[in-house]
């Protein structure tokens, strides 16, 4: 079975940036859409980027032109690139295979302002 896990979280002044890593193992992981999704305290769990097994992107208008969704199916991960970051970006992120219930442990991003 396919693991995620997430890498790349920490503390980051305002309008400064990180690179979210999820690397899976297994060999299939090249035929999966993956989503990063973030949950901040005391909010539900939300989407914030997707990308589709061909590379197709779509983003939360939260994040569109800060956050870029990649992949690298050679080395089976998927990165976030985070620019620009605000308080408001403060959660855990979280990757996960699109239309399952696989899901990494999540990495805690913490914006300071």
């Known amino acids: 079975q396919v693991q995620l896990v997430e890498s790349g979280g920490g503390l980051v002044q305002a309008g400064g940036s990180l690179r979210l890593s999820c690397a899976a193992s297994g060999s299939t992981f090249r035929f999966y859409g993956i989503g990063w999704y973030r949950q901040a305290p005391g909010k539900q769990r939300e989407l914030v980027a997707t990308?589709?097994?061909?590379?197709?992107?779509n983003y939360a208008d939260s994040v569109k032109g800060r956050f870029t969704i990649s992949r690298d199916n050679a080395k089976n991960t998927v990165y976030l690139q985070m620019n620009s970051l605000k308080p408001e970006d403060t959660a855990v992120y979280y990757c996960?295979?699109?239309?399952?219930?696989?899901w990494g442990q999540g990495t805690q991003v913490t914006v300071s302002s």
């Open positions: 990308i589709s097994s061909g590379g197709s992107t």
């Open positions: 996960n295979i699109l239309r399952t219930a696989l």
